[in-house]
């Protein structure tokens, strides 16, 4: 079964702690990325890569680390320094191409406390 | 800098009827628009795309349109159901994919 898997679906840590959120795809999709979603803001991206060993950041990177070691995962990192951590995080892949669609993970939802 | 805008409001439709969803672009010519359909604490699922070059593009009871010269798309739904009730995306790409904040589509019975 190909697709791509968030885990956990809900995670809840404490205010000054790092959490690393899982993103793992099967797909063979060369480019992954990372999403925030709060309600009324739409999707803001926080970081892609585009190939193995190599990442981008996107329009809200600080606060947040990635790495991408292997192929099939892209874990982000959301550290202390994120000012407004709580909130629905999105992996997402793509193949290779410019018009290819996006394909979704199910989502962590973060609360922060 | 480059700017797609939705509806922000809830679109409301009576089943049976087609909703119109409609997405603006401004500051970029897209080559594609891609419109996505995500329910609520899940992922954003992939619906259809057109390309620049494309006046029309349907999918079972969905159409899209692209309109260059008003810079805008809409999204059909036709013999809406309850079952199409969600959020719809439009997104196009620049250097990296921009997505619109989405639209609420409720379809009452």
């Known amino acids: 079964d190909g697709g791509i898997t968030q885990s956990p679906k809900y995670l809840f840590r404490k205010e000054g702690q790092n959490v690393t959120l899982s993103c793992e795809q099967n797909?063979?999709?060369?480019?992954m990325y990372w999403y925030r979603q709060d309600p009324g803001q739409g999707l803001r991206l926080i970081y892609y890569?585009?190939?193995?060993?190599?990442?981008q950041k996107g329009d809200i990177a600080e606060g947040y680390s990635v790495s991408r070691e292997k192929k099939e995962s892209f874990p982000l990192t959301v550290t202390s320094a994120q000012k407004n951590p709580t909130a629905f995080y999105l992996c997402?892949?793509?193949?290779?191409?410019?018009?290819?669609?996006?394909?979704f993970g199910p989502g962590t939802r973060l609360t922060v406390t | 800098s480059q700017k797609i805008e939705q509806n922000s409001e809830a679109l409301n439709i009576q089943e049976g009827k087609t909703a119109t969803l409609t997405c603006n672009y401004t500051?970029?010519?897209?080559?594609?628009l891609q419109w996505y359909r995500q329910d609520p604490g899940r992922g954003p699922v992939f619906l259809l795309l057109?390309?620049?070059?494309?006046k029309e593009k349907r999918k079972e009871r969905l159409k899209v349109t692209f309109d260059t010269t008003l810079k805008q798309s809409l999204f059909h739904i036709t013999a809406s159901q309850p079952a199409d009730s969600a959020t719809y995306l439009c997104?196009?790409?620049?250097?990296?994919?921009?997505f619109g904040k989405g639209t609420r589509l409720h379809i009452l019975p």
């Open positions: 057109i390309r620049e070059n494309e």
């Open positions: 890569s585009q190939i193995v060993n190599d990442f």
């Open positions: 500051n970029y010519s897209p080559a594609y």
């Open positions: 997104a196009f790409r620049d250097d990296k994919i921009i």
């Open positions: 997402a892949s793509k193949p290779t191409g410019s018009s290819y669609e996006q394909y």
């Open positions: 797909l063979n999709h060369d480019a």
